[in-house]
């Protein structure tokens, strides 16, 4: 059709053998008659994450009342949606794609996490979600923020105030002696890297996983804990939203978003169950036992 040809297709793709991908991390906009060719005289290989006609625009949410009006501002902590009379169905589910010689073949995806180190050899892994779950942030002055971060976007410094979850560190402290932690968020780095520093006084979190880690999914930054390289039955995600583990809801242990509720003591209730679980040898056993799992 005439509105076919003259949209574009928006590519998320990231770069095999790149170990980062340049913040914030956009969709780059290729003509529909555009041939793998072209990209292949820029890249070595393409990996296929997401496909969609139309425009991302960010989503309702209350980021966007609090934040200057720019885009890339808009998509520092926020997901990105789309229209979903433009949207071409994408199962990122299944194993990432290539084309070699103008065909399209399976490959296996590089695991997002390198070997287990020695001091975690057995112990299961816990991927651990950042705003609304450890901290709250805000784009408005808070007079009890707990960090103050600067954030450089389009040539200027915002201030990116920072609330920390009531009992937050003596879960981060008791969680690093019990799991291989992964802080997984969808937030750019250049934001929850420096709340990372702050806030991980034990180094509880062996690695840090931010958006380019995730699958964009439906109108959602999905973490797909498939990716990971770790055995699915050793494998918990701790988050708030649903949406970000809704590849692997077996797997989630959910927590009640949290904003500025200083009697919230959520994190510091959940430290016994943990405590019990990190004996188990399938996590799946204790989860649908807790009637937690699906």
Known sequence: SARRRSASIHWAWTLQGVESVPQPCLPIPIPLNQPYSQLKKDVSSIVLN?????????????????????WHFESLFCCLCHKETEQIPVNNNAPLLVEENGTISKVPAKPLLPQIKSKDSGKICVVIDLDETLVHSSFKPVNNADFIIPVEIDGTVHQVYVLKRPNVDEYLKRMGELFECVLFTASLSKYADPVSDLLDKWGAFRHRLFRE????????????????GRDLNKVIIVDNSPASYIF???????????????????????????????????????????????
């Not at 991302?56 to 209350?62: F, Q, T, Y």
């Open 248 to 294: 692997h809801p077996d797997n989630a242990v959910p927590v009640t978003s949290w904003f500025e509720d200083m009697a919230d003591t959520e994190l510091l209730d959940l430290i016994p169950f943990f405590e019990r679980l990190s004996q188990v040898e399938d996590v799946y056993d204790i989860l649908k036992q807790q009637g937690i799992a699906s």
């Open 50 to 70: 997401d496909i969609s006609v139309g425009i991302r625009c960010p989503c309702p949410c209350r980021f966007l009342e609090e934040a200057p009006q720019s």
């Open 213 to 228: 880690s995730c699958v964009f999914h439906q109108g959602n930054y999905v973490k797909d804990l498939s990716r990971l």
